[in-house]
């Protein structure tokens, strides 16, 4: 694919969106903003919500792909998740496909499968087939968006990568997290190779560094292009002595999802 030079990013006032400002230009990618709260460094992005359809429909007119990563990212009542999650992101695709976007890049989560137990030491990774097991409303609204990405890919021809993203911070903080985290450059090199690999189609690609504690497999997202650079291990002394190993009789220890497999959900939004 012809390299995407104009790029929709929305979500760009979060987390993710803030690293990704400033990792992405470099690239080559002139950045269109998107969220429902203002930037305080960029008076250009679009102020909007999802479900704002008229606002997301200029937002992506003319750009040549959309990163998509606005949404509530963290369990919530399923009304707040309908609405943020599971109708914006079909107003997104509904926007592209009206405007005529070829390459959707989707901020799917390890939550889609949460509640697979995580591998124990030398087992097999996790496949990217592994069945879907959501482990919160939250997984839930991941999964509906890669198969709202499968259906726009099969009946309108739009592209999607969805990368099932471990945990992109900075630096890993968890014990966990050393198995599935995502550094910021990592992720970059990431969004990079789903932007501009020949061909997709509908791909689903977990998304992490080359974690040498890694549970699942890469090769898709190798497959892309993909050539991670980091790896949590130098963090991984200092996060055993401090929390310990993971507890197999801890219940947010057994699954991939962590704390969002225990019940009642932990964050109230
Ligand atoms: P975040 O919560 O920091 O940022 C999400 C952004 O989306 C916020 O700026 C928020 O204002 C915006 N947003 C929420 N609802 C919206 C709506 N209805 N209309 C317009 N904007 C809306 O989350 P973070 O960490 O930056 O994650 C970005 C994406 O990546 C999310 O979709 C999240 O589910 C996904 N993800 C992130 C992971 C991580 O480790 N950071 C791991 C797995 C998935
Ligand atoms: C996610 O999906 C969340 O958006 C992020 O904030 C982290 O909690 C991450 O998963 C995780 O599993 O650590």
């Not at 006032?13 to 400002?21: F, S």
């Not at 107003?91 to 697979?116: D, I, K, P, Q, W």
């Not at 970059?188 to 789903?194: F, I, K, T, V």
């Not at 189609?201 to 040498?212: C, D």
């Amino acid at each position: 694919m012809t390299a995407p030079r104009t790029v929709l990013l929305t979500g760009a006032a979060g987390g993710l969106g803030t690293l990704m400002r400033a990792l992405l230009p470099p690239y080559g990618y002139r950045l269109r903003l998107f969220d429902q709260r203002p930037i305080d460094d960029a008076p250009d992005a679009i102020t909007a919500d999802l479900a704002d359809t008229d606002a997301l429909r200029d937002a992506v007119r003319g750009v040549d792909a959309v990163i998509h990563l606005a949404g509530i990212s963290l369990e919530a009542p399923f009304e707040k998740i309908l609405r943020a999650n599971i109708e914006g992101t079909h107003h997104l695709y509904e926007a592209a496909r009206e405007e005529g976007v070829r390459r959707v890049v989707l901020a799917s989560s390890n939550h889609a499968v949460g509640f697979t137990p995580r591998p124990a030491d030398g087992s097999a990774a996790i496949p990217v087939g592994t069945p879907r097991r959501p482990d919160t409303f939250y997984g839930l609204s991941k999964g509906f968006g890669e198969d709202l990405a499968s259906l726009y890919w099969d009946l309108h021809g739009i592209e999607t990568v969805s990368l099932r993203i471990g945990s992109c911070f900075p630096e890993p903080t968890t014990v966990r997290m050393l198995s599935i985290w995502l550094s910021p450059a990592d992720c970059a090199r990431l969004l990079h190779a789903s932007l501009t690999a020949e061909h997709v189609g509908h791909t689903v690609a977990y998304a992490s560094s080359a974690n040498t504690r890694l549970w699942w497999d890469l090769s898709s997202a190798r497959a892309l292009g993909y050539a991670p650079q980091d790896d949590s291990e130098p963090y991984a002394a200092a996060l055993l002595a401090a929390q310990g190993a993971l507890d197999p009789d801890n219940p947010e220890h057994t699954h991939i999802g962590g704390a969002f497999c225990t019940d009642p959900p932990l964050w109230p939004y």
